[in-house]
């Protein structure tokens, strides 16, 4: 890579590796990779790890591969050595954070918090090493603050500003009401930042216009360097379209899934999404990507190959390697050989009980008239035979036990 000044030929190599590193898939400003590359030598040369910032609205109990991104991330910085610092939003869940939606969003109790909260680090141990990481709640100090507080923060941002946000602005110009609190919740993320003294903050693609406000709020409350802001991407879902939310369960993998689950919705994401996934998800190193890259391309290899490797990389990250290959064997006798899992769910069912109610008690589907639409798409077998009306009811007739699928992935066995 070729310097872009003198200043910048006084930076060691292996410091511009490392932000070519942290970089990867990325968008990092201001200055990019070489201005990161910057910090981390000065880092260095002061003996003073980074300060690396993330904030947590724990507006969910579960998180998701989507959430791993950004995580994942850190991982990176405190493998260098830097401090990772995670923010717990005590006091800005309680607003809701408005970015990318089209009305207020519901604030959350203490209570809510406070239990998510728990889940989320629970998870996240999963990712990074908690026990080297920071975490603080930021209504230790935002709740703390009084009037004249709140007057001189909200005084370093126009009415203006606030409107450029994208959501802000398409509210603002369809006539769909804004509270004026919700303009306070950039403004309280961004003066996280001055009382955790960060030096990078992380953040969603979404997250854009919060962390670059909190570069604006340090210097005005006086520090000289402030923060770089490093945003990932908003990882698609199995659907290769929406982001991946727990609103839409379907395309979600969470970290909670079980393994055999997590394979199977990898297995069913489209092709374009391999090579993104193999990038954000895993730490394959970018040429091994770009040659799968460049293969994909070609008539001779099978994208389900990769989708293969791609799960049992995941799997191998968050399980083992024993759940990942155990994992691979499960699908390939379920969608090769078109046989049932080695292991279900066993209920004792009462004869003559509807199949809908069944399948949505059990939490199969996320619903009943989701249990109908399965029905009648034909997702739904007892012992491998299709299913189509919605208002069956279970049969044993002289068998002890049947086996149920719904949808493509979920089993469990029937017992009389």
């Not at 969470?254 to 998800?281: A, Q, V």
Request: with cysteine.
């Amino acid at each position: 890579m070729q310097m872009n000044s003198a200043k910048h030929n006084q930076i060691p190599e292996h410091f511009i590796k490392e932000a070519e590193l942290l970089a990867r898939g990325a968008e990092v400003l201001p200055g990019g990779v070489m201005e990161l590359a910057k910090k981390l030598y000065n880092s260095s040369e002061k003996n003073r790890p980074l300060r690396v910032k993330l904030g947590l609205d724990p507006t969910r109990p579960d998180l998701h591969l989507g959430h791993t991104v950004v995580m994942r991330k850190l991982r990176q910085f405190q493998a260098l050595g830097h401090q990772v610092v995670l923010i717990i939003g005590g006091a800005t869940a309680m607003i809701g954070d408005p970015s990318g939606k089209s009305e207020t969003r519901p604030a959350l109790t203490k209570e809510e918090v406070v239990e998510n909260a728990k889940t989320y680090l629970d998870q996240m141990g999963k990712v990074i090493d908690l026990s080297k990481a920071e975490v603080v709640n930021n209504a230790d100090w935002l709740h703390k603050m009084q009037l004249a507080d709140l007057l001189k923060l909200s005084s370093n941002v126009t009415v203006a500003q606030m409107l450029v946000r994208d959501d802000f602005s398409k509210r603002y110009s369809e006539g769909k009401p804004i509270s004026v609190h919700e303009f306070f919740y950039p403004l309280m993320q961004a003066y996280d930042s001055v009382e955790v003294d960060a030096d990078i903050e992380l953040g969603g693609t979404d997250q854009r216009f919060n962390v670059l406000l909190g570069r604006d709020i340090q210097q005005a409350y006086g520090k000289k360097d402030p923060q770089m802001v490093i945003l990932l991407p908003l990882l698609e879902g199995t659907d290769g379209v929406l982001k991946m939310s727990k609103s839409y369960p379907e395309h979600c993998i969470s970290l909670t899934d079980p393994p055999n689950e997590i394979y199977g919705k990898i297995m069913s994401i489209p092709d374009t999404l391999i090579i993104r996934y193999f990038e954000l998800l895993t730490d394959l190193p970018m040429e091994e990507i770009e040659n799968h890259r460049g293969q994909l391309k070609s008539d001779y290899i099978n994208p389900r190959d990769y989708k293969m490797k791609l799960a049992k990389t995941i799997i191998f990250e968050y399980y083992s390697r024993e759940a990942a290959f155990k994992a691979e064997e499960e699908f390939i006798n379920i969608f090769r050989k078109k046989g049932a899992p080695e292991e279900m769910p066993e209920y004792n069912v009462e004869e003559g009980k509807g199949l809908v109610d069944f399948i949505a008690e059990k939490g199969l589907v996320s619903s009943k008239s989701e249990a109908k639409r399965l029905i009648i798409g034909g997702g739904v077998k007892l012992d491998s035979e299709k299913i189509c009306n919605i208002d069956y009811k279970i049969i044993f007739n002289d068998k002890d036990y049947i086996i149920l699928q719904a949808g493509k992935r979920k089993f469990a066995k029937l017992i009389k």
